[in-house]
């Protein structure tokens, strides 16, 4: 069975800096892309950043040279750095990656349970 775990959200002021962490555990044969989402309250999920295996990123027009993605291979692991937050940012941030499970014929997406970034002005 995949899991992922993230960790590291809070209530931050305006300005502000917080680092999310995402792992994947359990019987993974390989990972591909994995990224961050993001809902608001009565606000649908939106994309916030990807990278891919090979550290290509993607980020939304809305957070572009504030939050920096990045990944640890070794350790099947994916970082969101945010700075210079708003209160615009607050959010239910989830990780999202596709894997393939050990013994299985094709990979799938996995969603984390979602860490809260309260961001107050």
């Known amino acids: 069975q995949v899991q992922l775990v993230e960790s590291g959200g809070g209530l931050v002021q305006a300005g502000g800096s917080l680092r999310l962490s995402c792992a994947a555990s359990?019987?993974?044969?390989?990972?591909?892309?994995m990224g961050w989402y993001r809902q608001a309250p009565g606000k649908q999920r939106d994309l916030v950043a990807t990278?891919?295996?090979?550290?290509?990123?993607y980020y939304a027009e809305s957070v572009k040279g504030r939050f920096t993605i990045s990944r640890d291979n070794a350790k099947n692991t994916v970082y969101l750095q945010m700075n210079s937050l708003k209160p615009e940012d607050t959010a239910v941030y989830y990780c999202?990656?596709?894997?393939?499970?050990?013994?299985?014929?094709?990979?799938?997406?996995?969603w984390g349970k979602g860490t809260l970034v309260t961001v107050s002005s």
């Open positions: 359990g019987s993974i044969f390989s990972i591909n892309t």
């Open positions: 999202n990656a596709y894997i393939k499970g050990a013994g299985t014929p094709h990979g799938m997406h996995y």
């Open positions: 990278i891919t295996t090979s550290g290509s990123t």
